[in-house]
């Protein structure tokens, strides 16, 4: 099914875009008319929220997959704006399970890009997200990144930022938090990710299998706090002005 471009009466254009579906599923519950679409991407999906008419995307992790999902949905569709949104790692340790964290500016190795915030009344963080080509496992890697002056960790906001500045979009970033400032990862996400921007699942499972009394627990916990980080996002977005 193509996309429309017309809006509803007073509404906005909203072009949303994370690594997976699961990212979108407190958004998602909160829309109406929702359909898939034939994007070239790994997961889409057009709706409306409120008065605003959406494009949801998913294309996987890494900056990469995000630029091509952003390209796929502005080749069928004409936002007014671009978020990024989905979830990240806290870097500063006040922030808990499921806070919300705006951007202001996204760092991507020498580069950075600007995010404007939304109009919002909901409680959020403010601050530098850093944009890695990997998962920021480890609490010393993310204590660094703190030092540097980011409040939290993800791997897609850039690719989306610096498609959305090249065609002269306003770009937002809003993410959720799903691993904490001072926890070192058990399980190995890095080694489980592939090319495609999937994590193999399989072998994600099998390495938790031969640790069962540490990496199994933690991808149940990491489970529910997903689960929980999506709604909050969802909640939050439905707070925004755009």
Known sequence: MMVTNESPPG????LFVASDAMEFRGLLHLCAEVRPLDLPVDWSRGGVHGNHQILLAANGAGASRAAAAVDAALDRFCPDVVVSIGYCGALDPSLEIADIVVGTTIVAGG???AAQSPAVSARHCRGAVNSLDHVAQSAGEKSRL???????VEMEAA???????????????????????GETMANDFNAALRSDGHFDTIKVLASSLRHQSVRLPELLRLRAR???AARSLGEFIADCRF
Request: aromatic share 8%; proline share 2%.
């Open 146 to 152: 703190h030092a540097a002056g980011a409040v939290a």
């Open 159 to 181: 690719g989306v930022a610096e498609r959305a500045q090249s065609v002269g979009l306003p770009f937002f970033c809003i993410k959720t938090v799903t691993d904490l400032a």
């Open 226 to 228: 997903c689960v929980r």
């Open 11 to 14: 509404g906005m254009k909203l």
């Open 111 to 113: 580069r950075t890009f």
